[in-house]
């Protein structure tokens, strides 16, 4: 059974933070995902990652990609109020239809 | 932007009873899949489907369950005879390839699903 373990499972920063939150495995993942998700709604992509090493920005937002492809960052500069959320990273295994693995997430809350 | 649709957006039904979820995926996707979501807890996978049969299916996803694609444009989960451990948010998401960044999922608002 694969897992992907996130931290911190709660984060509350003020405005204007730095924030990093992180996604471990010891799986191997062809690639790995990050979502938003919002009270009762569902996830809302951010981004998909499927090189190992690989970075991508989106806008304030940072992501990265383990060169073993076993885990994942998450780095937000100068954090505002609508950052505030959950932040999901799940992971596919190999090819085919293969169902995404899940972590828990980290509720972020970032306060004015 | 495309997106996935999903209908209804809450069901409330009683135990035992026959509930059907349905999904539109986005147009020019070819995998399609169901999740749930307990109330407080991590997205869980339950089926995947390509070329109109099950590809890939989780524990969770017993006899009680079935999907189908009914015509060129619906996805529908069936739960048989509810119980009331099936109340969940239910998430459909769909992929246009298997491999590489097509393989990302993008989800639906999900069905509020809640047995009494």
């Known amino acids: 059974t694969q897992l992907l373990e996130q931290s911190p499972q709660f984060l509350s920063i003020q405005e204007g933070e730095n924030l990093t939150v992180y996604c471990n495995s010891s799986?191997?993942?062809?690639?790995l995902q990050w979502y938003r998700q919002e009270p009762g709604e569902g996830p809302v992509l951010l981004v998909t990652?499927?090189?190992?090493?690989e970075v991508k920005k989106l806008k304030r937002l940072t992501f990265q990609f383990g060169d073993a492809r076993k885990d994942s960052s998450l780095h937000i500069t100068a954090a505002q109020p609508g950052d505030t959320g959950l932040y999901l990273c799940?992971?596919?295994?190999?090819?085919?239809?293969?169902?995404?693995?899940f972590g828990k997430g980290t509720h972020l809350i970032i306060q004015p | 932007e495309p997106e996935v649709t999903q209908t209804p957006s809450h069901q409330v039904t009683q135990m035992g009873q026959e509930v059907i979820l349905r999904c539109v995926p986005i147009?020019?996707?070819?995998?399609f899949y169901w999740y749930r979501q307990i109330l407080g807890q991590k997205v869980e996978f339950l089926v995947s489907?390509?070329?109109?049969?099950?590809?890939?299916k989780s524990e969770i996803f017993d006899d009680q369950f079935s999907v189908e694609r009914p015509d060129g444009s619906n996805f529908t989960l069936k739960i048989r005879s509810t119980k009331l451990e099936d109340s969940a948010m239910y998430f459909c998401?769909?992929?246009?390839?298997?491999?590489?960044?097509?393989?990302?999922?993008?989800f639906g608002p999900g069905t509020r699903l809640l047995v009494l």
């Open positions: 998401a769909s992929s246009e390839l298997a491999g590489g960044i097509g393989e990302t999922q993008y």
């Open positions: 799986s191997v993942f062809s690639s």
């Open positions: 990652v499927v090189t190992g090493g």
């Open positions: 799940a992971g596919l295994s190999g090819g085919g239809a293969d169902g995404l693995t």
């Open positions: 147009s020019n996707h070819l995998y």
């Open positions: 489907f390509y070329n109109n049969e099950i590809s890939e």
